[in-house]
């Protein structure tokens, strides 16, 4: 599975933007002590997160990405795709409701 089989089954859910994903999203980077500082934008049907953290280590880009899934995925169905290099990973996501309201994110701790 890839980013493309994830927008794929995104095509038949409603990923319009939402503030609150948005907010929820820079709420909690912001107030997080690993992060050394974030950009989080909303661009063709997705939400992209670049998240630079203040010493990269790839177990605490995990741990930070769960917390962050748990703060703001939907109760129906998460899934998620892994890819990682020496000095990044990235994650992305597709979150949905049972009425399938959904999101898809993709982000990158460095």
């Known amino acids: 599975m890839n980013w493309n089989d994830l927008c794929k089954l995104a095509q038949n859910m409603d990923t319009d933007y939402e503030l609150g994903i948005w907010v929820?999203?820079?709420d909690f980077l912001s107030e997080d002590d690993d992060t050394a500082n974030h950009l989080v934008k909303y661009t063709d049907g997705y939400y992209?997160?670049?998240?630079?953290m203040h010493t990269f280590e790839s177990a605490n880009a995990?741990?930070?990405?769960?917390?962050l899934l748990?703060?703001?995925?939907?109760y129906h169905f998460t899934i998620y795709i892994r890819e990682k290099d020496v000095?990044?990973?990235q994650y992305e996501v597709l979150s949905s409701t049972q009425t399938k309201k959904a999101f898809l994110l993709r982000v990158r701790f460095q």
Not at 70 to 74: A, C, K, N, T
């Open 87 to 89: 000095d990044w990973i």
């Open 70 to 74: 748990q703060f703001i995925e939907y």
């Open 62 to 67: 995990k741990r930070l990405f769960f917390r």
């Open 24 to 26: 929820e999203l820079n």
């Open 48 to 52: 992209h997160a670049e998240v630079n």
